[in-house]
């Protein structure tokens, strides 16, 4: 303990006094930024049949008791259903192969980047330092894909960096640089 | 403990003791140091506690239904059941500190052993509810992380245990924790040789003048009058003086609108001092006496808040979060983290130039989001606003309650950038920097090339922190 510095006296401006605003530079797209310095990968196409896979199951089962109920009672409602429920897993699977489009992540010196989202758009910067664990984890349609998902876990809840669609090689190898990473840098709290 | 980070410090790594798997019923091994059983009187004093549970459980309307007498016998038969229970629970229960590990041994069918790192250690508190003071006894809390609720509560202890016990474990925890900090030497120098209270400064007590009226100027005292006339008026008017129904309507009331109340009680007589070894000593309170120790190094974001009802004398309320200490969503006087019931500006900002050192409230500025977040707030865009100042990010959020949240850069667990449909119309995202402890300073609605530039700037100033801990004296 040497020279402590001094606490200030005298009220503060709580509310805050507007300060001058940074000059604007130049317009970035929403999904890319800093792309002059970040190198983005994009996770495995074939999460995109994963994803294909869930909606196409969901709509066979939706749509497969409306048109059952449809052949037995005949009412038109039912038969809108259906339609509906086509429609809808159509806009699904579209808006799943963007969103895996979407979704990447990046390696830099200290931190690791993963953006995903179409709607809400998402960008999670998670330095390695902060590392409390990492999951791998592959769920059966994944483990038929040769998928498997990664997700980096932080002391906060909020933290939230998981990547999906990588392959088991490269899954077991971000999960290794990710712990190695992690040690070298421990500051957990 | 589900800690999965390994013990990153190599200096401390080889004394501390594997937690060893050994039967948890077995008395201590050899060379460890002896168990030690809580207070005789604890069982005592956890009937007498539940006592009131098993009334209020009873309710008003078991009392009018079955009438007094046997009323109190079911009652007292279900406390003498309650003391059993909590008697061979007494029997059971030992703690004992090994190496840097705090282990506390309890059940009698189901025995668990819960071994503490002592470097995990976010914050200790002494309680002392009412009927253990009047008994000379208090319940020693430790807050780590992971835990939903407070972990290990040793109820209870006699006063001077447990303070020896608390400063020998803030001591353990000290020279642990300090190690990695390359403040070892003058750490271990204080040993744990003195395991007295440490000295300690004083640096704000708060009048109980101030916090009366403080809590007089809230919407619930405002409306109390109002609810009291009500009840009142309907007593009156409907002719029904049962004594039941007065209790229990009295009771809801309670429940609803006295809070101020609580307040009051629980912040009474609050005192902020801060010790040799950087750490905040706070107590506070009239029933239930606390005193709550947090190394400054464990506070991970601190919050300022000014109530409408308080703009008039420009006062302000200052809580701080920490890892692992109760949820967010718990009840408010439960929870352990007021930093400063009610304070002017002055006070505010001494207060966090000692919770985050080198942060100045003078120095920090914010600046509103553009002006077309008007379309998603009408009203509270104006009081949105977020900055960098020296040591902390602020943000600044509410119309009628104004909230200042400060995140300390060396704090910082992770940066977040979101943007929602109508954000992505507007060209605006918001920017988040969470913590391991409360709720993450968020800049809403910044223009979106801010908020990119913000959370590159984010991520460098939090990176330039961690990195200046690493060296001795660092920032934090």
Same mark, same amino acid.
């Given at each position: 303990m040497t020279a402590e510095p001094q606490p200030p006296t005298g009220p503060a401006a709580f509310a805050g006094s507007p300060a001058p605003a940074e000059a604007g530079a130049a317009p970035l797209d929403a999904l890319e930024p800093w792309p002059d310095t970040v190198a983005w990968q994009p996770v495995s196409p074939d999460l995109v049949k994963v994803e294909l896979i869930g909606v196409g199951t969901w709509m066979l089962m939706l749509g497969g008791a409306a048109g059952v109920a449809w052949a037995l009672l005949g009412h038109w409602l039912l038969g809108a259903a259906l339609a509906l429920i086509v429609l809808w897993s159509a806009w699904r699977a579209v808006v799943a192969v963007r969103a895996v489009r979407a979704w990447g992540y990046a390696e830099r010196d200290h931190d690791l980047l993963v953006r995903n989202g179409l709607l809400v758009r998402r960008l999670s910067i998670v330095p390695y #330092?902060?590392?409390?664990f990492v999951d791998v984890t592959a769920g059966p349609l994944e483990r038929a894909f040769d998928l498997a998902t990664v997700q980096l876990h932080t002391a906060a809840a909020a933290s939230d960096a998981r990547v999906p669609g990588l392959r088991p090689a490269e899954a077991a190898r971000l999960r290794d640089r990710l712990t190695a990473l992690g040690e070298d840098r421990a500051e957990g709290l | 403990m589900t800690e999965p980070l390994p013990p990153a410090d190599p200096v401390a790594?080889?004394?501390?003791?594997?937690?060893?798997? #050994?039967?948890?019923?077995?008395? #201590?091994?050899?060379?460890?140091e002896p168990r030690r059983r809580l207070h005789p009187l604890s069982p005592l004093l956890r009937g007498a506690k539940s006592l009131v549970v098993i009334v209020a459980a009873m309710s008003w309307q078991t009392l009018g239904s079955v009438g007094l007498g046997v009323f109190a016998l079911l009652v007292g038969v279900l406390a003498i059941g309650a003391l059993v229970v909590f008697a061979v629970s007494w029997l059971n229960t030992g703690y004992h500190v090994v190496g840097r590990e705090l282990r506390i041994h309890e059940g009698l069918l189901w025995r668990r052993t819960r071994a503490i790192p002592?470097?995990?250690?976010?914050s200790v508190e002494l309680v002392r509810p009412l009927l253990a003071q009047l008994a000379g006894l208090a319940e020693l809390r430790l807050e780590v992380v992971?835990?939903?609720?407070?972990?290990?509560?040793?109820?209870?202890?006699s006063v001077r245990d447990a303070t020896a016990l608390r400063e020998r474990l803030l001591t353990l925890a000290r020279r642990v924790g300090a190690a990695p900090a390359g403040a070892g030497g003058e750490a271990a120098?204080?040993?744990?040789?003195?395991?007295?209270e440490a000295p300690a400064w004083q640096l704000h007590a708060v009048s109980n003048d101030d916090l009366v009226l403080s809590q007089l100027l809230t919407p619930q005292a405002m409306f109390l009058p109002f609810g009291v006339a009500f009840v009142v008026l309907q007593f009156l008017l409907e002719d029904t003086w049962s004594f039941v129904a007065i209790a229990s309507t009295l009771t809801a009331m309670a429940g609803v609108l006295l809070q101020p109340v609580r307040r009051i009680l629980s912040d009474w007589n609050f005192r902020a001092a801060r010790d040799g070894d950087d750490r905040f000593r706070l107590s506070y309170g009239l029933t239930e006496t606390r005193h709550q120790t947090v190394p400054?190094?464990?506070?991970?974001n601190v919050q300022l808040t000014s109530p409408l009802l308080w703009r008039p004398k420009k006062w302000l309320r200052l809580r701080m979060h920490i890892a692992?200490?109760?949820?967010?969503?718990?009840?408010d006087a439960q929870r352990?983290?007021?930093?400063?019931p009610v304070g002017d500006q002055a006070t505010a900002r001494m207060l966090l130039w000692h919770a985050?050192?080198? #942060?100045?409230l003078a120095a920090v500025h914010t600046t509103p989001p553009p002006p077309r977040t008007r379309w998603l707030h009408p009203f509270a865009w104006r009081s949105l606003g977020a900055g960098f100042a020296d040591q902390v990010f602020a943000t600044r959020s509410g119309l009628l309650t104004r909230e200042l949240t400060l995140v300390s850069y060396a704090r910082i667990q992770s940066v977040r950038v979101v943007q929602g449909p109508l954000q992505r119309r507007l060209r605006l995202a918001t920017v988040y920097a969470d913590t391991?402890?409360?709720?993450s300073g968020a800049a809403r609605d910044r223009d979106l090339d801010e908020a990119w530039r913000m959370a590159a700037e984010l991520s460098a100033r939090a990176r330039q922190a961690r990195e200046g801990l690493s060296s001795p004296h660092g920032a934090a």
């Open positions: #330092a902060r590392m409390q | 790594a080889s004394p501390a003791p594997p937690a060893s798997p #050994a039967s948890p019923g077995s008395p #201590a091994g050899p060379g460890e002592l470097e995990r250690l976010q992971g835990g939903g609720k407070t972990e290990a509560p040793l109820a209870y202890l120098a204080a040993g744990d040789a003195a395991p007295a400054l190094h464990r506070i991970q692992g200490a109760a949820s967010p969503g718990g009840n352990g983290d007021r930093l400063l985050v050192p080198g #942060a100045d391991a402890g409360g709720r």
